[in-house]
């Protein structure tokens, strides 16, 4: 069946410091792959997106490449803030439905 | 604009009673809405999809007398959790959407049952 894994939390980072959170998927077919955030009280918020292989998605200086060859959509960021603390969401949508990961707890110390 | 309201944020019940979520969608009309659960340190699982107007399609190992889904206007779900035991609490969050695709839906800010 389809399934998501991402890496476990959680990450701590200084300010400044490059961020990798990893995610791989098991999926039939060729799914759309996301990175949602969820800042503390707040509800989940769509990060980015690919809907194809090679497909870069990017927002609010993330990064995420659909790598069929792998199934691996690895979320990147060069210089984290404090602000980017939350917890982050790897997930897949396969015929109308969205499976996500358990989720990365990210702290970024100041 | 796309905006989901999720009610209450947190609610403690005693086992045995009922407790409803509502998800309403405040700036346009959600013809599907899904339901989520997070049990600690685990992925959100898929409950329950909702169409307006149909009856909910669940998900296997979901019990449908257990979880009662309403979808009874394009605003407006809700999810009862009938007898509630001990072994329901969990974090329940619904997501709202136009059928746009997958990226169209908006979240809910989710719900923190507790059942003493």
């Known amino acids: 069946g389809n399934s998501v894994t991402q890496m476990e939390g959680p990450v701590t980072l200084s300010e400044e410091a490059f961020l990798t959170i990893n995610c791989t998927y098991t999926a039939t077919g060729y799914p759309s792959l996301f990175w949602y955030v969820q800042y503390p009280g707040e509800g989940l918020q769509l990060l980015l997106k690919a809907t194809k292989a090679d497909d870069k998605g990017s927002n609010k200086g993330f990064e995420a490449t659909y790598r069929k060859e792998t199934t691996s959509f690895h979320l990147e960021k060069g210089s984290v803030q404090v602000s980017d603390s939350a917890v982050y969401f790897c997930?897949?949508?396969?015929?109308?439905?969205?499976?996500f990961g358990k989720g990365t707890r990210l702290h970024i110390l100041p | 604009g796309a905006v989901v309201s999720q009610h209450p944020s947190r609610v403690i019940c005693k086992s045995g009673t009922s407790v409803k979520i509502e998800c309403r969608s405040l700036d346009f009309q959600a013809t599907t809405m899904f339901w989520y659960r997070q049990f600690p340190k685990q992925s959100l699982m898929l409950m329950a999809t909702s169409n307006e107007g149909s009856k909910a399609t669940y998900e296997q190992g979901v019990e449908k007398d257990k979880f009662l889904i309403n979808h009874a206007s394009l605003t407006l779900s809700t999810l009862t959790v009938a007898s509630a035991h001990p072994e329901d609490s969990s974090f329940y969050i619904c997501s709202a959407g136009r059928g746009q695709g997958m990226s169209g839906y908006t979240f809910g800010s989710g719900t923190r049952l507790t059942v003493v």
């Open positions: 997930a897949l949508s396969r015929d109308d439905k969205i499976i």
